[in-house]
């Protein structure tokens, strides 16, 4: 299991954001990855292996932690990134995805 | 550019079956990568359905595992995924995504391309 927090995290633009995902096991090799969706849109990757950012995913978005704690910071947010973002473990089945955290503009 | 296309029905009977299919382009289903289905509930999260190596290997959800099948057809670039005796509850919209690999540092990055997503309807 999965478990992002906030559930919704409201924030002005130019603001930092801190996304929180806790997994119920201890995530192997470092398998986890960070989702941005955006309403009507597939999801798109953003970081994994934890830390690594996906191609063309700005310099703003970084993701740190080990074992079972895991967060997303956004350093400045934009416009465009208020979405919905995803955790999720990806090196073994099931590839379980958190609940999501909706970051809206404050 | 790797592109992933779903396509299907977008209305299917209660206890009818299910059927998609993903068209590839800009990458081969026989590449080292794992094929997926992940599907989303009218305002709800991800859930994550199933995957396909073109070798044949599969992994199901457990909670589907029953009622799905998936399949790949290398002459076509496409695979496929079956899901029978479906009721409301599997209206979603469905995505197809591709597992990624990066071969230099030999692991896996998540899931690096996906699909538009196709919504289904299970409805008389």
């Known amino acids: 299991v999965l478990t992002q927090s906030p559930d919704t995290l409201s924030l002005f633009p130019g603001e930092r954001a801190t996304l929180s995902c806790r997994t119920s096991?201890?995530?192997?090799?470092?398998?986890l990855a960070w989702y941005q969706q955006k309403a009507g849109q597939a999801p798109r990757l953003l970081i994994y292996g934890v830390s690594s950012r996906a191609t063309g995913v700005p310099e703003r978005f970084s993701g740190s932690g080990s074992g079972t704690d895991f967060t997303l910071t956004i350093s400045r947010l934009e416009p465009e990134d208020f979405a919905v973002y995803y955790c999720?473990?990806?090196?073994?089945?099931?590839?379980?995805f958190g609940q999501g955290t909706k970051l809206e503009i404050k | 550019q790797v592109q992933l296309q779903e396509s299907g029905p977008g209305l299917v009977k209660p206890s009818g079956t299910l059927s998609l299919t993903c068209a590839l382009s800009?990458?081969?289903?026989?590449?080292?990568?794992?094929w997926n289905w992940v599907r989303q509930s009218p305002g709800r999260g991800l859930e994550w359905i199933g995957e396909i190596h073109h070798s044949g290997g599969t992994n199901y959800n457990a909670s589907l595992k029953s009622r799905v099948t998936m399949s790949v057809d290398k002459s076509k670039n496409q695979f496929s995924l079956n899901l029978t005796s479906a009721s409301a509850a599997d209206t979603a919209v469905y995505y197809c995504a591709r597992r990624g690999f990066i071969e230099a540092a030999g692991r896996r990055n998540g899931f690096d391309y996906w699909g538009q997503g196709t919504l289904v309807t299970v409805s008389s």
């Open positions: 096991l201890s995530v192997s090799s470092n398998y």
């Open positions: 800009g990458a081969s289903v026989s590449s080292n990568n794992w």
């Open positions: 999720q473990r990806y090196g073994s089945p099931p590839y379980t």
